[in-house]
């Protein structure tokens, strides 16, 4: 007995030798590393550092610990480091992932206005933007009713992932309008075929509520090529959906030269420009595009020279058919109908004749001749010294008489 006290003795004696003389003793599960941590979601980053109880800078993350910070949930993770006496050892932890954060977001209306007969807005409709880590889902706290007139508050509810919500409300007022819009000015109409037809001119459209209604207008059973009495409807709408429409014919007559006045010609000229030119455009610009359209769309022939503005002009926009004259008149009509500067100018007459145009849009005179040369040559905006070198080099193409225009470029 006495034996196996001695033996005791020595065992703790040894024991607190040991601990004196400086070996660590440490507990797996409560030293050194946290068992769980907390971070938002969406935070810049984790540190290894942010699970440890004290800093130890031999510390990392094992190689298959892995987590997402932009999504939440419980991460197992693994943190080795190297323990005094006991070398590297592994610790379990584990990453929670929360987010307690609301949505923020934004609304695309201060309020709303609208009329009964209008498509219900959604609740997205309204959310202009949202901030949140996850995914959102975009509801109304509760149920409205658009279709009836009446005043009252929406709320708009955005909740993320988490189960966390944020709200805001918009005051809404729905407008009752029953009473259809009015259009006036519709009368049979007569034009030739191949005319440029003005089928809005002197139709104005009205509305009780709605300041600007929008009208359509059928032409589809409309052949203006041929000639005939076809159907014309117009279509008025106004925003709150009521429709009002009104019809009448279009009688297509032969075309004729003598249809061809400058109310008639100034039309077809504005129907192109409404398709080539833009509203951003500069008149450089705009007589770039003049100048394309009536080399691409007129054919050359040398039978089909008139000399009057608007007779040449008519055959150049309707049969798409002239010579330099019916090229230049066209170009000059559409020049003049867009504000931009011109002249014509005239070869001196040898064999041949040759028309062509100057224009000014600010810079001083440039020529342009809206004729394809005959070796492809576009003549766009030319300075007079290039003009002369090309006639030149061309037998005297474009020779004419400085003395009866103005200094060119």
Same mark, same amino acid.
């Given at each position: /007995?006495?034996?196996?006290?001695?033996?005791?003795?020595?065992?703790?004696?040894?024991?607190?030798?040991? @601990?004196?003389?400086?070996?660590?003793?440490?507990?797996?599960?409560?030293?050194?590393?946290?068992?769980? %941590?907390?971070?938002? &979601?969406?935070?810049?980053? $984790?540190?290894?550092?942010?699970?440890?109880?004290? *800093?130890?800078?031999?510390?990392?993350?094992?190689?298959?610990?892995?987590?997402?910070?932009?999504?939440?949930?419980?991460?197992?993770?693994?943190?080795? $480091?190297?323990?005094?006496?006991?070398?590297?050892?592994?610790?379990?932890?584990?990453?929670?992932?929360?987010?307690?954060?609301?949505?923020?977001?934004?609304?695309?209306?201060?309020?709303?206005?609208?009329?009964?007969?209008?498509?219900?807005?959604?609740?997205?409709?309204?959310?202009?933007?949202? +901030?949140?880590?996850? +995914? $959102?889902?975009?509801?109304?706290?509760?149920?409205?009713?658009?279709?009836?007139?009446?005043?009252?508050?929406?709320?708009?509810?955005?909740?993320?992932? =988490?189960?966390?919500?944020?709200?805001?409300?918009?005051? $809404?007022?729905?407008?009752?309008?029953?009473?259809?819009?009015?259009?006036?000015?519709?009368?049979?109409?007569?034009?030739?075929?191949?005319?440029?037809?003005?089928?809005?001119?002197?139709?104005?459209?009205?509305?009780?509520?709605?300041?600007?209604?929008?009208?359509? %207008?059928?032409?589809?059973?409309?052949?203006?090529?041929?000639?005939?009495?076809?159907?014309?409807?117009?279509? &008025?709408?106004?925003?709150?959906?009521?429709?009002? *429409?009104?019809?009448?014919?279009?009688?297509?007559?032969? =075309?004729?030269?003598?249809?061809?006045?400058?109310?008639?010609?100034?039309? /077809?000229?504005?129907?192109?420009?409404?398709?080539?030119?833009?509203?951003?455009?500069?008149?450089?610009?705009?007589?770039?595009?003049?100048?394309?359209?009536?080399?691409?769309?007129?054919?050359?022939?040398?039978?089909?020279?008139?000399?009057?503005?608007?007779?040449?002009?008519?055959?150049?926009?309707?049969?798409?058919?002239?010579? @330099?004259?019916?090229?230049?008149?066209?170009?000059?009509?559409?020049?003049?109908?867009?504000?931009?500067?011109?002249?014509?100018?005239?070869?001196?007459?040898?064999?041949?004749?040759?028309?062509?145009?100057?224009?000014?849009?600010?810079?001083?005179?440039?020529?342009?001749?809206?004729?394809?040369?005959?070796?492809?040559?576009?003549?766009?905006?030319?300075?007079?010294?290039?003009?002369?070198?090309?006639?030149?080099?061309?037998?005297?193409?474009?020779?004419?008489?400085?003395?009866?225009?103005?200094?060119?470029?």
């Amino acid at each position: /007995m006495k034996r196996k006290i001695i033996i005791l003795l020595l065992a703790v004696g040894l024991i607190s030798g040991l @601990c004196a003389g400086g070996l660590y003793y440490y507990n797996e599960k409560t030293d050194l590393v946290y068992s769980e %941590v907390y971070i938002e &979601a969406g935070s810049a980053e $984790c540190s290894v550092q942010d699970f440890l109880k004290k *800093e130890e800078k031999t510390a990392s993350f094992t190689k298959d610990s892995t987590y997402d910070l932009n999504k939440v949930g419980d991460y197992p993770l693994k943190i080795t $480091c190297k323990v005094p006496v006991f070398g590297e050892k592994t610790f379990k932890t584990t990453l929670h992932v929360q987010d307690t954060v609301a949505p923020e977001f934004s609304l695309t209306e201060d309020s709303i206005e609208m009329y009964t007969t209008a498509e219900a807005p959604t609740a997205a409709d309204l959310v202009e933007s949202v +901030n949140d880590v996850s +995914n $959102c889902v975009i509801d109304f706290k509760d149920e409205y009713d658009f279709s009836k007139k009446g005043s009252f508050d929406i709320t708009v509810v955005v909740t993320d992932e =988490a189960g966390n919500s944020s709200e805001a409300s918009i005051p $809404c007022e729905v407008v009752e309008d029953v009473t259809p819009p009015e259009i006036a000015g519709v009368e049979p109409l007569q034009f030739a075929q191949g005319d440029a037809i003005s089928y809005k001119k002197n139709i104005v459209v009205t509305d009780d509520q709605d300041d600007n209604p929008t009208l359509e %207008v059928d032409t589809s059973e409309v052949n203006s090529d041929k000639r005939g009495v076809y159907p014309v409807k117009y279509i &008025a709408t106004d925003s709150a959906g009521n429709v009002t *429409e009104k019809s009448t014919t279009i009688k297509i007559v032969s =075309a004729k030269i003598s249809a061809a006045t400058e109310e008639t010609v100034n039309a /077809m000229a504005d129907e192109i420009l409404a398709e080539i030119i833009k509203d951003d455009m500069s008149q450089l610009e705009q007589a770039r595009a003049v100048y394309n359209w009536v080399v691409d769309n007129i054919t050359y022939s040398e039978s089909a020279g008139i000399d009057d503005l608007y007779s040449a002009a008519y055959k150049g926009m309707y049969n798409r058919i002239g010579d @330099c004259t019916v090229k230049q008149k066209t170009a000059e009509v559409m020049l003049n109908r867009l504000g931009i500067k011109n002249m014509e100018i005239e070869k001196i007459r040898d064999t041949r004749g040759h028309y062509w145009l100057l224009i000014d849009v600010g810079e001083g005179w440039y020529h342009y001749d809206p004729n394809l040369q005959l070796d492809g040559t576009r003549i766009f905006y030319w300075h007079d010294a290039d003009l002369w070198a090309y006639s030149n080099s061309h037998k005297n193409t474009h020779n004419y008489d400085p003395s009866k225009y103005p200094p060119i470029q």
